[in-house]
């Protein structure tokens, strides 16, 4: 099927992330949670008395991701067993949003392939046994930002 352009529904989106081994592996199965994703910039006021309108420059950006889902034993596994949570060792990470379709390269994605200077750090895996449910916050590590594309990440090095 050729890559379409237009709206669709987050059924179509596919949440792929490193695995202990290192391989990018597909969690969409126990994802029903992803929070907002992009650059976020920190911005500094620099407006003078005598402008018209406000005026700001633009800072670093950050990127930080919340996914979530129900408790399940594969992701209780694949994050706070496995050892990827806290680890200080980046993953990869891939967000690919299939338009009215399973996503395939030329469709929108978000993320970043990991090496070893960059990447996302899972900073945050919580369990709340009451809601049943899981939640994970993933916060990039290194010089390196995540970037919207076409063509998928890779498990990197």
Do not use: C
Not at 5 to 31: C, E, F, P, Q
Not at 110 to 122: A, D, N
């Amino acid at each position: 099927m050729t890559a379409n352009s237009g709206r669709t529904h987050s059924k179509w989106l596919t949440v792929k992330i490193n695995n202990a081994a290192g391989a990018l592996t597909d969690v969409s199965a126990y994802v029903n949670t992803v929070g907002q994703f992009g650059l976020t910039y920190d911005t500094q006021d620099v407006t003078a008395f005598l402008d018209a309108i406000k005026n700001i420059v633009l800072g670093q950006p950050g990127a930080p991701i919340t996914l979530g889902g129900p408790i399940d034993t594969v992701i209780v596994t694949h994050f706070a067993v496995a050892g990827i949570t806290g680890s200080n060792t980046p993953v990869s990470l891939d967000l690919e949003m299939g338009i009215r379709h399973a996503w395939e390269a030329g469709e929108p994605q978000f993320g970043m392939t990991k090496s070893s200077t960059s990447g996302y750090l899972v900073s945050s895996f919580m369990v709340d046994p009451v809601a049943n449910t899981w939640s994970a916050t993933l916060d990039v590590f290194g010089p390196t930002a995540p970037a919207f594309g076409t063509g998928a990440e890779t498990s990197g090095n």
